[in-house]
Each structure stands twice: as structure tokens, then as C-alpha cells.
């Protein structure tokens, strides 16, 4: 039986474990942009290996490496994810300003 319970809770540290490289608070300093593509690109890693590698190069925490990934970053993931959105393409016109 102590081997069952031992099973039982380690599986639950383990996950949490798993989710620290992407939640834990570092001491490392953190920029918006690379948090931002890091939460945005870390469900759509599964997906797409370079959804992948943008939550990766986000993780390294180099600003000028996020800003230069950001918006194609941010945007496959978005696209990946369904998410976000490109804006409405305006009406049709035909008003005749009668």
C-alpha cells in the first residue's frame, strides 16, 4: 500500500514540476514581449515545432531576440491557437450621399 500512495503523489509533483520552467518566478529580470510569447506559445508548442521554438527563444529572457520575434511569434500562435484576430475588413460601401 505505501508504494500505491507514493506512486499516487508523486505523479502531482511531477506535472507541477514540469509547469515550473514556465510559471516560477526567477531572479532573472523579465520582459513583457518574452513573457508574452512565452505564455502565448507554450499550449501551441505541441502543435507546431516552431510554435516550439519561439516559447524556447522567449524563455532565454534576451530582449532584443523577443523583440525581433515578436509580432511573427506572436501571430503564429494566435493562428495556431484560434485566437486573437486580424480586425473586421469594413463594410461594403454603396452609400450614395444623396
Same mark, same amino acid.
Given at each position: 500500500?505505501?508504494?500505491?500512495?507514493?506512486?499516487?503523489?508523486?505523479? *502531482?509533483?511531477?506535472? &507541477?514540476?514540469?509547469?515550473?520552467?514556465?510559471?516560477?518566478?526567477?531572479? $532573472? *529580470?523579465?520582459?513583457? $514581449?518574452?513573457?508574452?510569447?512565452? &505564455?502565448?506559445?507554450? *499550449?501551441?508548442?505541441?502543435? &507546431?515545432?516552431?510554435?516550439?521554438?519561439?516559447?524556447?527563444?522567449?524563455?532565454? #529572457?534576451?530582449?532584443?531576440?523577443?523583440?525581433?520575434?515578436?509580432?511573427?511569434?506572436?501571430?503564429?500562435? @494566435? @493562428?495556431?491557437?484560434?485566437? /486573437?484576430?486580424?480586425?473586421? #475588413? /469594413? #463594410?461594403? /460601401?454603396?452609400?450614395?450621399?444623396?
Amino acid at each position: 500500500m505505501k508504494f500505491r500512495a507514493a506512486v499516487a503523489w508523486s505523479v *502531482p509533483l511531477f506535472v &507541477s514540476a514540469a509547469l515550473v520552467n514556465c510559471t516560477s518566478a526567477s531572479t $532573472e *529580470p523579465h520582459y513583457e $514581449e518574452c513573457d508574452e510569447i512565452a &505564455s502565448l506559445c507554450h *499550449p501551441a508548442e505541441d502543435i &507546431s515545432e516552431e510554435a516550439a521554438a519561439c516559447h524556447e527563444q522567449a524563455h532565454d #529572457g534576451d530582449l532584443d531576440l523577443c523583440l525581433e520575434i515578436h509580432d511573427d511569434c506572436v501571430a503564429l500562435c @494566435e @493562428e495556431i491557437l484560434g485566437v /486573437g484576430g486580424a480586425g473586421g #475588413g /469594413g #463594410g461594403a /460601401g454603396g452609400a450614395t450621399g444623396h
